[in-house]
């Protein structure tokens, strides 16, 4: 059973549209989530971790949102720049992460 | 700011054949990591390393797998005899502490087996 499911799987935006991204996770025992930033033939970057329900984290227009069963990545007034793909990941046992499959994003001008 | 380097960027094997990807984590990080990506698929974790021993591996890192950390910078996953289905962009992370933090991976090194 999948731990972590991301959707949409693919967001086509105007620039300074505002949405949201989803992330829901049955794992118990959260010890961390995280958001990475994925453009093509590159390695996730790394964007925020949360850990615990209520958390809030921002950086420039992208803000980070967690509750008991999700968590959100809202993209503010965005920029083609944004334009990427955003992973999810979570982290309950060991010091491995689960991933999502991610959503795939695109800002258009 | 502080990279982790893979090498190469991108590798062709025959079937078979033995690889050996490189990487050189971030100089004062002690946990060491390799997650593969199937194209179109999730990345998955493959195995990490601490104080020169695996400490967690998934199913997919098979005997087939092996890790080392042969001097104090580089961090290499060897896959013995390739497969067809061992195509995938390999990525190697590293993170300061245990627990609930971040890593920072590299930018991968594409393996496709022909």
């Known amino acids: 059973e999948d731990q972590v499911t991301q959707s949409p799987e693919a967001l086509r935006l105007q620039e300074g549209e505002s949405s949201s991204l989803n992330c829901s996770y049955t794992?118990?025992?959260?010890?961390?989530l995280f958001w990475y930033r994925q453009d093509p033939g590159k390695g996730p970057e790394f964007l925020f971790t949360?850990?615990?329900a209520g958390e809030e984290k921002e950086k420039e227009r992208l803000k980070a949102t967690l509750t008991k069963k999700e968590s959100f990545l809202h993209i503010t007034a965005p920029k083609p720049e944004d334009s990427a793909t955003y992973l999810c990941?979570?982290?309950?046992?060991?010091?491995?992460?689960?991933f999502g499959t991610g959503t795939s994003l695109t800002v258009i001008p | 700011e502080p990279e982790v380097t893979q090498t190469p960027s991108h590798q062709v094997t025959q079937m078979g054949q033995e690889v050996i990807l490189r990487c050189v984590p971030i100089s004062n990080h002690l946990y060491f990591y390799w997650y593969r990506q199937i194209l179109g698929q999730k990345v998955e974790f493959l195995v990490s390393f601490y104080n020169n021993e695996i400490s967690e591996k998934s199913e997919i890192f098979d005997d087939q797998f092996s890790v080392e950390r042969p001097d104090g910078s580089n961090f290499t996953l060897k896959i013995r005899s390739t497969k067809l289905e061992d195509s995938a962009m390999y990525f190697c992370a590293s993170s300061e502490m245990a627990g609930a933090y971040g890593y920072t991976f590299g930018s991968g090194t594409r393996l496709t087996v022909v």
């Open positions: 794992v118990s025992g959260l010890r961390g």
């Open positions: 949360l850990y615990s």
């Open positions: 990941a979570v982290q309950h046992t060991g010091n491995q992460f689960y």
